[in-house]
């Protein structure tokens, strides 16, 4: 390519530049004047959020890819946002674990994000209205459940009002470059899980495997001694400056973890929700079958179901299941109407947009 082909279209994208920097702030201008018509309430708004990124896919007609258009207006909504009323988002930290991450893919860069030294604290901040929103774990792919989430959300106020789908990679971090010399592995318990396989084909035997709260403190340790190694992701290793002795060591390749969004905050229906619903059944044979009927009945599905502990007596369960529709949907109503005749307990979490990103 010659010098002048190169300068006319580098005329061009500066003129373009020019233009989508005027697009923007005028988008933003109608954020702002948005914002003044909420009059300070609920500013976010995640069904509106939902539906904006799912027509920026559906109407992209490329050469960029969908997930990277629906990345910069993610962004671009963030900032707009930010200028109505800037968000705090409480996480499990401290900075650089994977709940950061997935407060940053749902909130994008503009959003606060509050590092909180236990998921319990992450609650609370929200509760006390210290925070605006938390994003906590809630299953991975490869480990299941993620039991503090779904106790604390039994018994919270708040109200589940998002999901964030987040791809796991786990790397063997380290400050020294080689293998040699490595005495102790840190990391959260769910992660040395994920990677369990791998610990025990590429690690010799005697090296000892360490729980701690999570994947960043995990790096934050390995960074100050240099007889120990981490299991954390890109954040952490970048945080901690870290190097990366191994790349990608999960077990699974698809490894995923769910995160979900709480806060005082009932969402509206965005077209394409989950509602998701705590309850228990009656301790009697076929208890649980009969529970689940009224789905079948009004043909709701069902996208998830776990069972935990209830915690108040021996061998008494309580049931986490998320359904297809939103609490505003009248089929969706009289399901809910029906599991409530039949079960002991029934709380509905919330109902919210299905992950787009
Ligand atoms: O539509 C709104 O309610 C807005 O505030 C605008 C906007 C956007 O930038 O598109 C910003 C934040 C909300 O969470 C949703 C959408």
Redesign the pocket.
């Given at each position: 390519m010659s010098d002048e082909q190169l300068k006319s279209h580098r005329d061009a994208i500066d003129a373009l530049d020019t233009r989508i920097l005027e697009l923007l702030n005028e988008?933003a201008s109608?954020?702002r004047a948005?914002?003044e018509i909420?009059g300070g309430g609920l500013?976010?708004?995640?069904e509106?959020?939902a539906q904006?990124l799912s027509r920026i896919k559906a109407t992209n007609r490329g050469p960029l890819p969908d997930e990277s258009v629906a990345k910069l207006f993610r962004e671009?909504?963030s900032a707009?946002?930010s200028i109505?009323r800037p968000l705090t988002i409480a996480y499990l930290g401290p900075e650089g674990t994977f709940s950061q991450s997935a407060a940053i893919k749902h909130f994008g860069h503009a959003a606060v994000t509050q590092a909180c030294a236990s998921i319990d604290e992450a609650f609370r901040v929200v509760e006390a209205r210290s925070a605006d929103y938390v994003v906590a774990p809630v299953e991975n792919s490869t480990e299941g459940a993620v039991g503090r989430t779904l106790d604390l959300m039994v018994n919270t106020p708040l109200q589940v009002c998002g999901e964030v789908v987040l791809r796991i990679h786990h790397h063997l971090l380290r400050k020294d470059p080689s293998f040699d010399g490595i005495r102790r592995v840190y990391s959260h318990a769910q992660s040395l899980a994920q990677c369990h396989e791998w610990l025990n084909k590429n690690l010799p035997a005697e090296v000892e495997r360490i729980s701690v709260s999570s994947n960043a403190e995990a790096a934050r340790l390995a960074s100050l001694d240099t007889q120990c190694a981490a299991i954390a992701g890109d954040a952490a290793a970048e945080k901690f400056g870290m190097l990366k002795l191994a790349e990608n060591i999960e077990d699974e390749p698809n490894n995923t973890t769910r995160f979900l969004v709480l806060g005082y905050h009932h969402t509206t229906a965005s077209g394409r929700d989950k509602t998701s619903l705590v309850m228990s059944a009656q301790n009697k044979p076929g208890a649980v079958h009969q529970l689940l009927s009224p789905l079948a009945e009004h043909g709701v599905s069902m996208t998830k179901f776990e069972s935990r502990p209830s915690r108040t007596g021996l061998w008494e369960y309580v049931f986490f299941v998320d359904i297809e529709g939103h609490t505003g949907e009248a089929r969706v109503q009289q399901t809910l109407d029906a599991l409530r005749e039949r079960a002991a307990f029934v709380k509905v979490l919330g109902a919210y947009p299905v992950a787009v990103l």
């Amino acid at each position: 390519m010659s010098d002048e082909q190169l300068k006319s279209h580098r005329d061009a994208i500066d003129a373009l530049d020019t233009r989508i920097l005027e697009l923007l702030n005028e988008r933003a201008s109608h954020a702002r004047a948005i914002g003044e018509i909420k009059g300070g309430g609920l500013v976010y708004r995640p069904e509106r959020e939902a539906q904006v990124l799912s027509r920026i896919k559906a109407t992209n007609r490329g050469p960029l890819p969908d997930e990277s258009v629906a990345k910069l207006f993610r962004e671009i909504m963030s900032a707009c946002l930010s200028i109505e009323r800037p968000l705090t988002i409480a996480y499990l930290g401290p900075e650089g674990t994977f709940s950061q991450s997935a407060a940053i893919k749902h909130f994008g860069h503009a959003a606060v994000t509050q590092a909180c030294a236990s998921i319990d604290e992450a609650f609370r901040v929200v509760e006390a209205r210290s925070a605006d929103y938390v994003v906590a774990p809630v299953e991975n792919s490869t480990e299941g459940a993620v039991g503090r989430t779904l106790d604390l959300m039994v018994n919270t106020p708040l109200q589940v009002c998002g999901e964030v789908v987040l791809r796991i990679h786990h790397h063997l971090l380290r400050k020294d470059p080689s293998f040699d010399g490595i005495r102790r592995v840190y990391s959260h318990a769910q992660s040395l899980a994920q990677c369990h396989e791998w610990l025990n084909k590429n690690l010799p035997a005697e090296v000892e495997r360490i729980s701690v709260s999570s994947n960043a403190e995990a790096a934050r340790l390995a960074s100050l001694d240099t007889q120990c190694a981490a299991i954390a992701g890109d954040a952490a290793a970048e945080k901690f400056g870290m190097l990366k002795l191994a790349e990608n060591i999960e077990d699974e390749p698809n490894n995923t973890t769910r995160f979900l969004v709480l806060g005082y905050h009932h969402t509206t229906a965005s077209g394409r929700d989950k509602t998701s619903l705590v309850m228990s059944a009656q301790n009697k044979p076929g208890a649980v079958h009969q529970l689940l009927s009224p789905l079948a009945e009004h043909g709701v599905s069902m996208t998830k179901f776990e069972s935990r502990p209830s915690r108040t007596g021996l061998w008494e369960y309580v049931f986490f299941v998320d359904i297809e529709g939103h609490t505003g949907e009248a089929r969706v109503q009289q399901t809910l109407d029906a599991l409530r005749e039949r079960a002991a307990f029934v709380k509905v979490l919330g109902a919210y947009p299905v992950a787009v990103l």
